[in-house]
């Protein structure tokens, strides 16, 4: 049986894409829809160009998170796949979903997780505080920000000469090679 996944993205997308073209020759595991809470995000021009529906959710939508389920099953979705989306999650969704939201962090969680912490703040951050490694933390979500069940880590060396610029580099290579390989196994499983 088809497995359909929704990904969550509030930015560029690149994440997204590198996952929709890992699953596009997939016969049971395909990116069925992107949704996002920004209408300017250019992962919705990405969607377009892949050929995979999108959706816009605005932020008075999330707040209860019941038109969002809706949005979901109507595309009949069985996994959700965060993918640098900066809302909470509503607990409606995360009760209509149970154990079957994931996110990627970029860093080696619980270091430098938490509100506010995403992006370039987490590089700044990792590297201000002279950290020998970073990396990324695929966790399972709950009700509070990088908090959830951790499933998988990968980590990289951070140099003292590094700048945040050139941690995000490497960890963006990590999320790259792993993000789509975990999602799969989880869904293989």
Not at 153 to 179: F, N
């Amino acid at each position: 049986m088809m497995k359909k996944i929704a990904i969550l993205a509030s930015g560029a997308g690149t994440n997204a894409e590198n996952i929709a073209q890992y699953f596009s020759q997939n016969d049971r595991i395909k990116v069925a829809l992107i949704v996002s809470n920004n209408p300017k995000a250019g992962v919705l021009e990405r969607a377009v160009r892949l050929g995979i529906p999108s959706e816009v959710v605005l932020k008075a939508d999330w707040a209860s998170g019941e038109s969002v389920v809706t949005l979901l099953r109507r595309y009949e979705i069985d996994f959700i796949v965060l993918a640098g989306f900066l809302c909470m999650v509503p607990d409606a969704l995360l009760r209509a979903f149970p154990d079957r939201i994931v996110n990627i962090h970029p860093a080696l969680l619980p270091k430098f997780g938490g509100k506010g912490m995403y992006g370039m703040r987490v590089h700044e951050a990792v590297v201000a505080a002279g950290e020998a490694e970073s990396g990324i933390t695929i966790h399972y979500i709950n009700e509070h920000y990088d908090e959830g069940t951790v499933i998988f880590q990968a980590s990289c060396p951070v140099l003292p000469s590094d700048t945040p610029e050139e941690v995000a580099a490497k960890v963006h290579r990590l999320e790259y090679a792993y993000y789509p390989k975990v999602i799969e196994k989880l869904l293989r499983d």
